[in-house]
């Protein structure tokens, strides 16, 4: 059974770093692209990151770039995305999901929640 | 960036309706669209890619349709368990973008 299971999410005020860990199982891990996907309270969902199987490429969205980075250990199965000059706006429940052939995401997990205030 | 638009955004249903949701891109992304249910709460659930394939698991009575610009998620009998919001994704280009969501809800 595919499990995604995110971990790192609290409370930061305005301008900190925190890191975020997805512990991968089920799959052959280093065989996919992984991604981090967001959603504010009560909105949409935003993708943030993707990244290649060999961690080779990497992709953001706008708004974090320069800011977050998206990283993967193949070993120890898990992905992260370290997050530095958080904003008020970054508060969102933090997904990581597996994507299929760099698409669509199949597998997600259960989602960790990033608050950003002082 | 392709930005993703969806109507309507919210909209009441009974069970057994048959309900059709649009998503329209700004620019032509051939097939590549999925769609994904999403549950107060929950993560969001892969139910259509490449605009009309069934993801494994999935119940026949969803389906889609459509290619370029132009798209639609159709769940021919509703059911209770399909209360929820639907958001489309495109993943022609970076950054992948989501639609706004449409929420179904109960008559």
């Known amino acids: 059974e595919v499990q995604l299971v995110e971990s790192g999410g609290g409370l930061v005020q305005p301008g900190g770093s925190l890191r975020l860990s997805c512990a991968a199982s089920g799959f052959t891990f280093s065989s996919y692209w992984m991604s981090w996907v967001r959603q504010a309270p009560g909105k949409g969902l935003e993708w943030v990151a993707n990244i290649k199987q060999d961690g080779s490429e990497k992709y953001y969205v706008d708004s974090v770039k320069g800011r977050f980075t998206i990283s993967r250990d193949n070993a120890k199965n898990s992905l992260y995305l370290q997050m530095n000059s958080l904003r008020a706006e970054d508060t969102a429940v933090y997904y990581c999901a597996r994507a299929r052939n760099n698409w669509n995401y199949d597998y997600w997990g259960q989602g960790t929640l990033v608050t950003v205030s002082s | ?107």
């Open chain 2, 1 to 107: 960036a392709i930005r993703m638009t969806q109507s309507p955004s919210s909209f009441s249903a009974s069970t057994g309706d048959r309900v059709t949701i649009t998503c329209r891109a700004s620019q032509g992304i051939s097939s590549y669209l999925a769609w994904y249910q999403q549950k107060p709460g929950k993560a969001p659930k892969l139910l259509i890619y490449a605009a009309s394939t069934l993801q494994s698991g999935v119940p026949s009575r969803f389906s889609g349709s459509g290619s370029g610009t132009d798209f639609t998620l159709t769940i021919s009998c509703l059911q209770s368990e399909d209360f929820a919001t639907y958001y489309c994704q495109q993943y022609y280009s970076y950054p992948r973008t989501f639609g706004p969501g449409t929420k179904v809800d109960i008559k």
